[in-house]
Protein backbone atom coordinates (compact mmCIF):
# COMPACT_ATOMS: atom_id res chain seq x y z
CA UNK A 1 0.00 0.00 0.00
CA UNK A 2 1.14 3.22 -1.37
CA UNK A 3 -0.27 6.51 0.17
CA UNK A 4 -0.25 9.72 -2.35
CA UNK A 5 0.69 13.21 -1.62
CA UNK A 6 -0.34 14.22 -4.65
CA UNK A 7 -2.82 13.31 -7.54
CA UNK A 8 -3.02 15.32 -10.88
CA UNK A 9 -6.02 15.39 -13.01
CA UNK A 10 -6.12 15.30 -16.35
CA UNK A 11 -9.52 16.63 -16.98
CA UNK A 12 -11.57 19.84 -17.30
CA UNK A 13 -15.16 20.79 -15.95
CA UNK A 14 -17.21 19.09 -13.73
CA UNK A 15 -15.25 16.05 -13.26
CA UNK A 16 -12.33 17.56 -12.61
CA UNK A 17 -13.73 19.39 -9.74
CA UNK A 18 -15.25 15.96 -8.82
CA UNK A 19 -12.04 14.29 -7.99
CA UNK A 20 -10.47 17.33 -6.57
CA UNK A 21 -12.72 17.51 -3.75
CA UNK A 22 -12.44 13.37 -3.34
CA UNK A 23 -8.83 13.72 -2.71
CA UNK A 24 -8.62 16.85 -0.76
CA UNK A 25 -11.10 14.86 1.33
CA UNK A 26 -9.08 12.43 1.92
CA UNK A 27 -5.78 14.35 2.85
CA UNK A 28 -4.10 14.24 -0.86
CA UNK A 29 -2.79 17.10 -2.70
CA UNK A 30 -4.07 18.49 -5.74
CA UNK A 31 -2.68 19.62 -9.11
CA UNK A 32 -5.11 20.61 -12.16
CA UNK A 33 -4.17 21.07 -15.90
CA UNK A 34 -5.67 23.64 -18.06
CA UNK A 35 -5.58 24.43 -22.08
CA UNK A 36 -5.02 28.42 -22.47
CA UNK A 37 -8.72 28.59 -23.70
CA UNK A 38 -9.78 27.09 -20.79
CA UNK A 39 -7.27 29.14 -17.92
CA UNK A 40 -10.74 30.90 -16.49
CA UNK A 41 -12.36 27.59 -16.19
CA UNK A 42 -13.46 26.77 -12.28
CA UNK A 43 -11.61 23.54 -12.17
CA UNK A 44 -7.86 24.89 -12.05
CA UNK A 45 -9.09 27.19 -9.08
CA UNK A 46 -10.20 23.94 -7.18
CA UNK A 47 -7.05 22.47 -7.19
CA UNK A 48 -4.04 23.30 -5.00
CA UNK A 49 -1.85 23.83 -8.33
CA UNK A 50 -2.65 24.42 -11.62
CA UNK A 51 -0.57 24.29 -14.81
CA UNK A 52 -1.34 25.27 -18.30
CA UNK A 53 -0.55 22.09 -20.66
CA UNK A 54 -0.23 21.68 -24.46
CA UNK A 55 0.92 25.32 -25.16
CA UNK A 56 -0.63 26.24 -28.98
CA UNK A 57 -1.82 22.58 -29.56
CA UNK A 58 -5.69 23.59 -29.26
CA UNK A 59 -8.20 23.59 -26.56
CA UNK A 60 -9.08 20.08 -26.89
CA UNK A 61 -5.59 18.56 -27.75
CA UNK A 62 -3.96 20.27 -24.86
CA UNK A 63 -6.19 17.69 -22.54
CA UNK A 64 -5.01 14.72 -24.87
CA UNK A 65 -1.12 15.77 -25.10
CA UNK A 66 0.64 13.08 -22.89
CA UNK A 67 3.77 14.12 -23.17
CA UNK A 68 3.04 17.69 -21.83
CA UNK A 69 0.61 16.42 -18.83
CA UNK A 70 3.10 13.60 -17.93
CA UNK A 71 5.73 16.45 -17.71
CA UNK A 72 3.67 18.51 -15.60
CA UNK A 73 2.98 15.26 -12.94
CA UNK A 74 6.32 14.66 -12.89
CA UNK A 75 7.86 18.28 -12.09
CA UNK A 76 4.69 19.36 -9.60
CA UNK A 77 6.24 15.56 -8.20
CA UNK A 78 2.56 13.57 -8.26
CA UNK A 79 2.11 10.09 -7.44
CA UNK A 80 -0.68 9.62 -9.64
CA UNK A 81 -2.80 10.76 -12.30
CA UNK A 82 -6.81 10.89 -12.29
CA UNK A 83 -8.40 10.71 -16.03
CA UNK A 84 -12.00 11.17 -15.45
CA UNK A 85 -14.09 10.64 -18.13
CA UNK A 86 -13.58 11.90 -22.11
CA UNK A 87 -10.20 12.92 -22.95
CA UNK A 88 -7.23 10.31 -21.90
CA UNK A 89 -9.53 8.52 -19.74
CA UNK A 90 -9.73 4.92 -21.63
CA UNK A 91 -6.04 5.64 -23.75
CA UNK A 92 -3.96 2.26 -22.96
CA UNK A 93 -1.20 4.78 -24.64
CA UNK A 94 -1.72 7.00 -21.69
CA UNK A 95 -1.82 4.47 -19.12
CA UNK A 96 1.29 2.79 -20.20
CA UNK A 97 3.30 6.11 -20.28
CA UNK A 98 2.24 6.66 -16.83
CA UNK A 99 3.23 3.16 -15.53
CA UNK A 100 6.57 4.21 -17.89
CA UNK A 101 6.88 7.63 -15.24
CA UNK A 102 6.55 5.43 -12.26
CA UNK A 103 3.25 7.10 -11.85
CA UNK A 104 0.07 5.36 -10.65
CA UNK A 105 -3.06 5.67 -13.42
CA UNK A 106 -6.03 5.82 -11.32
CA UNK A 107 -7.95 3.24 -13.46
CA UNK A 108 -8.05 -0.65 -14.66
CA UNK A 109 -5.02 -2.09 -15.93
CA UNK A 110 -3.93 -0.48 -19.66
CA UNK A 111 -4.82 -4.39 -20.81
CA UNK A 112 -8.24 -3.87 -19.73
CA UNK A 113 -8.00 -0.60 -21.79
CA UNK A 114 -7.28 -2.57 -24.86
CA UNK A 115 -9.94 -5.41 -24.36
CA UNK A 116 -12.45 -2.70 -24.04
CA UNK A 117 -11.60 0.12 -26.04
CA UNK A 118 -12.59 -1.95 -28.97
CA UNK A 119 -16.51 -3.04 -28.88
CA UNK A 120 -15.49 -5.78 -30.95
CA UNK A 121 -12.94 -7.26 -28.48
CA UNK A 122 -15.25 -6.52 -26.09
CA UNK A 123 -17.96 -8.74 -27.20
CA UNK A 124 -14.98 -11.92 -27.10
CA UNK A 125 -14.37 -11.02 -24.08
CA UNK A 126 -17.71 -11.34 -22.44
CA UNK A 127 -19.01 -14.72 -24.94
CA UNK A 128 -15.58 -16.45 -23.69
CA UNK A 129 -16.62 -15.25 -20.23
CA UNK A 130 -20.51 -16.84 -20.95
CA UNK A 131 -22.27 -13.75 -21.32
CA UNK A 132 -25.17 -12.86 -23.70
CA UNK A 133 -24.42 -10.76 -26.41
CA UNK A 134 -26.80 -9.32 -29.18
CA UNK A 135 -26.22 -11.07 -32.50
CA UNK A 136 -23.89 -9.29 -34.97
CA UNK A 137 -20.59 -9.74 -37.57
CA UNK A 138 -18.01 -11.40 -35.56
CA UNK A 139 -15.64 -8.29 -36.58
CA UNK A 140 -15.47 -5.48 -38.57
CA UNK A 141 -17.50 -5.88 -42.12
CA UNK A 142 -17.13 -4.23 -45.45
CA UNK A 143 -20.22 -3.39 -46.97
CA UNK A 144 -20.79 -6.95 -48.29
CA UNK A 145 -20.58 -8.66 -45.04
CA UNK A 146 -22.98 -5.93 -43.70
CA UNK A 147 -25.07 -7.09 -45.84
CA UNK A 148 -24.84 -10.59 -45.59
CA UNK A 149 -25.39 -10.27 -42.15
CA UNK A 150 -28.67 -8.17 -42.53
CA UNK A 151 -30.06 -10.69 -44.84
CA UNK A 152 -29.53 -14.14 -43.01
CA UNK A 153 -30.25 -11.86 -39.73
CA UNK A 154 -33.33 -9.64 -40.91
CA UNK A 155 -33.61 -5.97 -40.66
CA UNK A 156 -33.46 -3.18 -38.76
CA UNK A 157 -29.85 -3.61 -38.09
CA UNK A 158 -27.48 -1.28 -36.05
CA UNK A 159 -23.48 -0.59 -37.77
CA UNK A 160 -21.85 0.78 -35.16
CA UNK A 161 -17.73 2.16 -35.16
CA UNK A 162 -15.32 -0.52 -33.77
CA UNK A 163 -13.98 2.28 -31.45
CA UNK A 164 -17.27 3.87 -30.89
CA UNK A 165 -18.35 5.92 -27.68
CA UNK A 166 -20.68 8.77 -26.90
CA UNK A 167 -23.15 7.64 -29.46
CA UNK A 168 -21.01 8.46 -32.56
CA UNK A 169 -20.70 6.05 -35.55
CA UNK A 170 -23.92 4.38 -35.09
CA UNK A 171 -26.16 4.17 -37.66
CA UNK A 172 -29.86 2.25 -37.49
CA UNK A 173 -30.69 0.74 -40.93
CA UNK A 174 -34.11 0.00 -41.49
CA UNK A 175 -34.09 -1.94 -45.00
CA UNK A 176 -31.66 -3.05 -47.86
CA UNK A 177 -32.49 0.29 -49.39
CA UNK A 178 -31.21 2.34 -47.03
CA UNK A 179 -27.71 0.26 -46.33
CA UNK A 180 -25.27 1.60 -48.12
CA UNK A 181 -25.67 5.24 -47.45
CA UNK A 182 -25.83 4.36 -43.59
CA UNK A 183 -22.80 2.31 -44.17
CA UNK A 184 -20.79 5.02 -45.75
CA UNK A 185 -21.99 7.55 -43.32
CA UNK A 186 -21.31 5.11 -40.20
CA UNK A 187 -17.83 4.57 -41.21
CA UNK A 188 -16.79 8.11 -42.18
CA UNK A 189 -18.16 9.44 -38.67
CA UNK A 190 -16.28 6.52 -36.74
CA UNK A 191 -12.93 8.05 -38.85
CA UNK A 192 -13.64 11.44 -38.19
CA UNK A 193 -14.35 10.64 -34.78
CA UNK A 194 -12.40 8.14 -33.30
CA UNK A 195 -9.02 8.18 -35.97
CA UNK A 196 -10.36 4.88 -37.09
CA UNK A 197 -13.46 3.73 -39.94
CA UNK A 198 -13.60 0.15 -38.85
CA UNK A 199 -17.35 -0.69 -38.24
CA UNK A 200 -19.51 -4.00 -37.50
CA UNK A 201 -23.25 -5.03 -37.56
CA UNK A 202 -25.49 -5.99 -34.68
CA UNK A 203 -29.05 -7.05 -34.87
CA UNK A 204 -31.11 -3.67 -33.46
CA UNK A 205 -33.59 -4.00 -30.39
CA UNK A 206 -36.90 -2.39 -30.73
CA UNK A 207 -37.36 -0.55 -27.94
CA UNK A 208 -34.85 -1.54 -25.36
CA UNK A 209 -33.97 -0.57 -21.86
CA UNK A 210 -30.54 0.52 -21.30
CA UNK A 211 -29.05 -1.00 -17.64
CA UNK A 212 -25.61 -0.38 -16.69
CA UNK A 213 -23.71 -2.15 -13.34
CA UNK A 214 -21.51 -0.72 -11.52
CA UNK A 215 -18.24 -2.58 -10.96
CA UNK A 216 -15.63 -2.35 -8.54
CA UNK A 217 -12.41 -4.01 -8.03
CA UNK A 218 -9.51 -4.14 -6.08
CA UNK A 219 -5.44 -5.77 -6.72
CA UNK A 220 -6.00 -8.24 -4.55
CA UNK A 221 -8.92 -10.52 -6.96
CA UNK A 222 -11.95 -8.83 -4.94
CA UNK A 223 -14.41 -7.68 -7.34
CA UNK A 224 -17.95 -6.61 -6.05
CA UNK A 225 -21.19 -4.80 -7.99
CA UNK A 226 -22.44 -1.71 -6.75
CA UNK A 227 -25.91 -2.29 -8.27
CA UNK A 228 -27.39 -0.90 -11.63
CA UNK A 229 -28.57 1.96 -13.13
CA UNK A 230 -31.09 2.73 -15.95
CA UNK A 231 -30.04 4.89 -18.26
CA UNK A 232 -33.01 4.93 -20.66
CA UNK A 233 -33.84 8.24 -21.16
CA UNK A 234 -31.28 8.97 -24.27
CA UNK A 235 -31.58 11.23 -27.06
CA UNK A 236 -29.41 10.04 -30.24
CA UNK A 237 -28.12 7.43 -27.96
CA UNK A 238 -26.53 9.45 -25.54
CA UNK A 239 -27.74 9.82 -21.42
CA UNK A 240 -29.91 12.43 -20.62
CA UNK A 241 -31.56 10.89 -17.14
CA UNK A 242 -30.18 8.26 -14.99
CA UNK A 243 -31.75 6.82 -12.24
CA UNK A 244 -30.18 4.26 -9.68
CA UNK A 245 -31.76 1.54 -8.55
CA UNK A 246 -33.85 0.75 -11.89
CA UNK A 247 -37.41 -0.46 -11.21
CA UNK A 248 -37.13 -4.07 -12.24
CA UNK A 249 -38.20 -7.14 -10.53
CA UNK A 250 -35.43 -8.53 -7.92
CA UNK A 251 -34.57 -11.56 -9.65
CA UNK A 252 -33.75 -9.62 -13.03
CA UNK A 253 -31.89 -7.08 -11.42
CA UNK A 254 -29.99 -9.67 -9.52
CA UNK A 255 -29.37 -11.51 -12.76
CA UNK A 256 -28.02 -9.17 -14.42
CA UNK A 257 -25.88 -7.62 -11.72
CA UNK A 258 -24.05 -11.29 -11.24
CA UNK A 259 -23.23 -11.35 -14.93
CA UNK A 260 -21.90 -8.50 -14.75
CA UNK A 261 -19.61 -9.73 -12.07
CA UNK A 262 -19.13 -12.92 -14.20
CA UNK A 263 -18.00 -10.82 -17.06
CA UNK A 264 -15.39 -8.82 -14.99
CA UNK A 265 -14.14 -11.47 -12.73
CA UNK A 266 -13.21 -13.45 -16.23
CA UNK A 267 -11.23 -10.17 -17.17
CA UNK A 268 -9.93 -10.00 -13.60
CA UNK A 269 -10.87 -6.22 -13.75
CA UNK A 270 -9.59 -3.76 -11.46
CA UNK A 271 -10.52 -0.37 -10.29
CA UNK A 272 -14.41 1.16 -10.97
CA UNK A 273 -15.69 -0.03 -14.42
CA UNK A 274 -19.48 -0.51 -15.93
CA UNK A 275 -20.85 -2.67 -17.76
CA UNK A 276 -23.30 -1.93 -20.04
CA UNK A 277 -26.94 -4.13 -21.32
CA UNK A 278 -29.80 -3.63 -23.40
CA UNK A 279 -32.78 -5.15 -21.79
CA UNK A 280 -35.58 -6.47 -24.78
CA UNK A 281 -38.91 -5.89 -23.78
CA UNK A 282 -39.28 -10.36 -23.78
CA UNK A 283 -36.99 -10.26 -20.32
CA UNK A 284 -33.98 -10.75 -22.48
CA UNK A 285 -30.58 -8.88 -21.53
CA UNK A 286 -27.47 -8.35 -24.05
CA UNK A 287 -24.08 -7.48 -23.30
CA UNK A 288 -23.17 -3.93 -25.58
CA UNK A 289 -19.94 -2.59 -23.63
CA UNK A 290 -17.57 -2.18 -20.90
CA UNK A 291 -16.83 1.48 -19.88
CA UNK A 292 -13.73 1.02 -18.37
CA UNK A 293 -13.65 4.54 -16.06
CA UNK A 294 -15.27 6.86 -13.88
CA UNK A 295 -18.78 7.68 -16.11
CA UNK A 296 -20.74 10.50 -15.71
CA UNK A 297 -23.72 8.94 -13.76
CA UNK A 298 -21.92 7.96 -11.49
CA UNK A 299 -23.21 10.13 -8.87
CA UNK A 300 -26.43 8.05 -8.40
CA UNK A 301 -25.20 5.18 -7.18
CA UNK A 302 -23.10 7.12 -4.98
CA UNK A 303 -26.16 8.26 -3.18
CA UNK A 304 -28.23 4.98 -3.24
CA UNK A 305 -25.27 2.74 -1.69
CA UNK A 306 -23.41 5.98 0.32
CA UNK A 307 -20.14 4.56 -1.14
CA UNK A 308 -17.96 7.35 -2.40
CA UNK A 309 -16.40 6.27 -5.91
CA UNK A 310 -14.12 8.51 -6.91
CA UNK A 311 -12.71 7.59 -3.55
CA UNK A 312 -12.85 4.06 -3.78
CA UNK A 313 -10.63 4.55 -7.22
CA UNK A 314 -8.24 6.23 -5.40
CA UNK A 315 -7.88 3.84 -2.40
CA UNK A 316 -8.11 0.36 -4.71
CA UNK A 317 -5.08 2.59 -7.04
CA UNK A 318 -3.08 2.75 -4.11
CA UNK A 319 -3.63 -0.79 -3.11
CA UNK A 320 -5.45 -1.17 -0.10
CA UNK A 321 -8.40 -4.25 -0.28
CA UNK A 322 -11.73 -3.79 -0.87
CA UNK A 323 -11.68 -4.81 2.81
CA UNK A 324 -9.64 -2.19 4.06
CA UNK A 325 -11.09 0.06 6.84
CA UNK A 326 -10.92 2.82 4.13
CA UNK A 327 -12.89 0.87 1.62
CA UNK A 328 -15.01 -1.24 4.01
CA UNK A 329 -16.50 -3.53 1.41
CA UNK A 330 -15.75 -6.99 2.85
CA UNK A 331 -18.77 -9.03 1.11
CA UNK A 332 -21.01 -8.57 -1.54
CA UNK A 333 -23.69 -8.19 1.20
CA UNK A 334 -22.01 -5.25 2.66
CA UNK A 335 -23.55 -3.31 -0.52
CA UNK A 336 -27.17 -2.24 0.00
CA UNK A 337 -29.17 0.93 -1.98
CA UNK A 338 -31.35 2.83 0.01
CA UNK A 339 -33.65 4.94 -1.53
CA UNK A 340 -33.80 6.45 -4.91
CA UNK A 341 -31.80 8.73 -6.86
CA UNK A 342 -32.12 10.64 -10.24
CA UNK A 343 -29.88 12.77 -12.54
CA UNK A 344 -30.65 15.21 -15.02
CA UNK A 345 -27.70 16.23 -17.16
CA UNK A 346 -28.46 19.94 -17.48
CA UNK A 347 -26.68 21.35 -20.76
CA UNK A 348 -26.03 24.95 -22.46
CA UNK A 349 -28.28 22.98 -25.53
CA UNK A 350 -31.75 24.42 -27.14
CA UNK A 351 -34.25 21.79 -26.88
CA UNK A 352 -36.47 23.44 -29.50
CA UNK A 353 -33.96 23.84 -31.76
CA UNK A 354 -32.45 20.74 -32.66
CA UNK A 355 -30.17 20.49 -29.16
CA UNK A 356 -28.33 23.20 -30.77
CA UNK A 357 -25.12 24.03 -28.38
CA UNK A 358 -25.36 27.66 -27.20
CA UNK A 359 -22.45 29.53 -26.25
CA UNK A 360 -21.69 33.37 -25.00
CA UNK A 361 -21.32 34.44 -21.33
CA UNK A 362 -23.79 33.14 -18.60
CA UNK A 363 -25.53 36.38 -16.95
CA UNK A 364 -27.22 35.27 -14.62
CA UNK A 365 -26.87 31.60 -12.53
CA UNK A 366 -29.38 30.90 -9.61
CA UNK A 367 -28.45 26.81 -8.53
CA UNK A 368 -31.00 25.41 -6.49
CA UNK A 369 -30.07 23.14 -3.91
CA UNK A 370 -31.87 22.25 -0.92
CA UNK A 371 -32.18 18.86 1.50
CA UNK A 372 -32.11 15.62 -1.29
CA UNK A 373 -30.20 17.90 -4.30
CA UNK A 374 -26.47 17.39 -5.03
CA UNK A 375 -24.53 19.49 -7.45
CA UNK A 376 -22.25 18.67 -10.07
CA UNK A 377 -20.87 21.97 -11.29
CA UNK A 378 -18.05 23.21 -14.28
CA UNK A 379 -18.42 26.56 -14.85
CA UNK A 380 -21.62 27.17 -13.35
CA UNK A 381 -22.09 30.68 -12.14
CA UNK A 382 -22.36 34.40 -13.04
CA UNK A 383 -20.32 35.58 -15.72
CA UNK A 384 -18.99 32.01 -17.30
CA UNK A 385 -18.15 31.74 -20.67
CA UNK A 386 -19.73 28.98 -22.32
CA UNK A 387 -16.80 27.97 -24.27
CA UNK A 388 -17.94 26.49 -27.76
CA UNK A 389 -14.60 23.74 -27.74
CA UNK A 390 -16.43 21.68 -25.13
CA UNK A 391 -18.75 18.98 -23.58
CA UNK A 392 -21.93 21.08 -23.45
CA UNK A 393 -22.49 19.59 -20.16
CA UNK A 394 -23.20 22.84 -17.43
CA UNK A 395 -24.48 20.80 -14.42
CA UNK A 396 -25.87 17.31 -12.60
CA UNK A 397 -28.31 17.71 -11.06
CA UNK A 398 -28.84 14.72 -8.53
CA UNK A 399 -32.04 14.21 -6.58
CA UNK A 400 -32.06 11.57 -3.65
CA UNK A 401 -35.24 10.41 -1.43
CA UNK A 402 -36.72 7.35 -0.40
CA UNK A 403 -39.67 6.69 -2.78
CA UNK A 404 -38.95 7.22 -7.05
CA UNK A 405 -41.69 9.69 -6.36
CA UNK A 406 -40.29 11.80 -3.68
CA UNK A 407 -36.83 11.94 -5.50
CA UNK A 408 -38.63 13.23 -9.09
CA UNK A 409 -40.40 15.59 -7.28
CA UNK A 410 -37.20 17.39 -5.54
CA UNK A 411 -35.52 17.00 -9.32
CA UNK A 412 -39.07 18.44 -10.56
CA UNK A 413 -38.43 21.55 -7.37
CA UNK A 414 -34.88 21.98 -8.70
CA UNK A 415 -35.20 22.31 -11.91
CA UNK A 416 -38.16 25.14 -11.65
CA UNK A 417 -36.05 26.78 -9.36
CA UNK A 418 -33.02 26.95 -11.12
CA UNK A 419 -32.31 30.36 -13.33
CA UNK A 420 -29.91 30.35 -15.86
CA UNK A 421 -29.42 33.08 -18.12
CA UNK A 422 -27.37 34.37 -21.37
CA UNK A 423 -27.22 31.10 -22.43
CA UNK A 424 -29.54 28.59 -23.23
CA UNK A 425 -29.95 25.36 -21.52
CA UNK A 426 -32.49 22.31 -21.79
CA UNK A 427 -33.87 22.89 -18.49
CA UNK A 428 -37.63 23.19 -19.60
CA UNK A 429 -37.14 19.54 -21.22
CA UNK A 430 -35.57 18.08 -18.52
CA UNK A 431 -38.42 19.23 -15.86
CA UNK A 432 -41.22 17.93 -19.15
CA UNK A 433 -39.34 14.20 -18.56
CA UNK A 434 -39.32 13.78 -14.61
CA UNK A 435 -43.14 15.18 -14.76
CA UNK A 436 -44.25 12.82 -17.09
CA UNK A 437 -46.21 9.94 -16.43
CA UNK A 438 -44.54 7.32 -18.29
CA UNK A 439 -41.55 8.49 -16.30
CA UNK A 440 -43.08 8.22 -13.36
CA UNK A 441 -44.26 5.09 -13.68
CA UNK A 442 -41.25 3.74 -14.79
CA UNK A 443 -41.78 2.58 -17.91
CA UNK A 444 -39.36 4.71 -20.61
CA UNK A 445 -37.34 2.37 -22.95
CA UNK A 446 -34.66 3.95 -25.25
CA UNK A 447 -37.42 4.90 -27.89
CA UNK A 448 -39.32 7.53 -24.90
CA UNK A 449 -37.91 10.93 -26.16
CA UNK A 450 -38.87 10.17 -29.71
CA UNK A 451 -41.88 8.99 -29.17
CA UNK A 452 -43.23 12.30 -27.09
CA UNK A 453 -43.15 15.52 -28.94
CA UNK A 454 -44.91 17.34 -26.08
CA UNK A 455 -41.71 16.97 -24.04
CA UNK A 456 -40.68 19.63 -26.48
CA UNK A 457 -43.38 22.21 -25.45
P1 LIG B 1 -21.68 4.27 -27.19
O1 LIG B 1 -20.42 3.57 -26.80
O2 LIG B 1 -21.51 5.15 -28.39
O3 LIG B 1 -22.36 4.94 -26.04
P2 LIG B 1 -23.35 1.89 -26.95
O4 LIG B 1 -22.96 0.63 -27.61
O5 LIG B 1 -23.08 2.00 -25.48
O6 LIG B 1 -22.66 3.11 -27.71
O7 LIG B 1 -24.88 2.17 -27.21
C1 LIG B 1 -25.49 3.38 -26.84
C2 LIG B 1 -26.99 3.29 -27.02
O8 LIG B 1 -27.31 2.98 -28.39
C3 LIG B 1 -27.67 2.21 -26.21
O9 LIG B 1 -27.95 2.61 -24.90
C4 LIG B 1 -28.94 1.99 -27.02
O10 LIG B 1 -29.88 3.01 -26.80
C5 LIG B 1 -28.45 2.13 -28.45
N1 LIG B 1 -28.07 0.81 -29.00
C6 LIG B 1 -26.81 0.32 -29.11
N2 LIG B 1 -26.84 -0.92 -29.66
C7 LIG B 1 -28.13 -1.21 -29.92
C8 LIG B 1 -28.81 -2.34 -30.49
N3 LIG B 1 -28.16 -3.43 -30.94
N4 LIG B 1 -30.16 -2.28 -30.57
C9 LIG B 1 -30.84 -1.21 -30.14
N5 LIG B 1 -30.26 -0.11 -29.62
C10 LIG B 1 -28.93 -0.10 -29.50
Known sequence: MKNFTKILVANR???????????TELGIRTVAIYAEEDKLSLHRYKADEAYRV???????????????????ALRAECDAIHPGYGFLSENEG??????????TFIGPKPEHLRMFGDKVSAREVAVAAGVPVIPGTDGPVDLAGARAFA?????PVIIKAVA??????????????????????????AQAAFGEGGVYVE??????????????GDQHG???????????????HQKLVEIAPSRLDASLRQRICETAVRLMRHARYENAGTVEFLLAPDGQFYFIEVNPRIQVEHTVTELVTGIDLVQAQIRVAEGYPLSAPEIG?????????????????????DPRNGFLPDTGRITTYRSAVGFGIRLDSGNGYAGARVLPYYDSLLVKITAFALTFEAAAAKMHRSLQEFRIRGVKTNIPFLANVVRHPKFLAGECDVTFIDHHPELFR
Open 94 to 103: FARACQQAGI
Open 54 to 72: GAGKGPVEAYLDIDSIIDV
Open 203 to 216: KYLEAPRHIEVQIL
Open 222 to 236: NLVHLFERDCSIQRR
Open 13 to 23: GEIAIRVCRAA
Open 164 to 189: GGGGRGMRVVRSEAELVEAFSRASSE
Open 329 to 349: IHRQEDIQTRGYAIQCRVTTE
Open 151 to 155: AEAGY
